[in-house]
């Protein structure tokens, strides 16, 4: 079973910055498989940020260059790292872990002045 915990989201302004955290708990056999969704107000879940099964990332195309994904192997948490936010990246953010598909409950990420 696995567990993953959320957070760091709130309320930024358009052009400021967060950092999200994932903590992963339970049977994670590797880090590379977790990545970020997000969902935002009438929409469907889509990818942010993913770590592929060989280490390296991969963004969605609005993200790129203003997202980044880390992790830290021995805390098994991973990161993102958003700046430069826009009102459209106002959303529910959510950690998965690919190789079960387990979600966490999200964080709220709301853009706005």
């Known amino acids: 079973q696995v567990q993953l915990v959320e957070s760091g989201g709130g309320l930024v302004q358009p052009g400021g910055s967060l950092r999200l955290s994932c903590a992963a708990s339970g049977s994670i056999f590797s880090i590379n498989a977790m990545g970020w969704y997000r969902q935002a107000p009438g929409k469907e879940r889509e990818l942010v940020a993913r770590?592929?099964?060989?280490?390296?990332?991969t963004y969605a195309d609005s993200v790129k260059g203003r997202f980044t994904i880390s992790r830290d192997n021995v805390k098994n948490t991973v990161y993102l790292q958003m700046n430069n936010l826009k009102a459209e990246d106002t959303a529910v953010y959510y950690c998965?872990?690919?190789?079960?598909?387990?979600w966490g409950k999200g964080t709220l990420v709301t853009v706005s002045s």
């Open positions: 770590f592929r099964d060989d280490g390296s990332t």
């Open positions: 998965n872990y690919r190789w079960i598909n387990a």
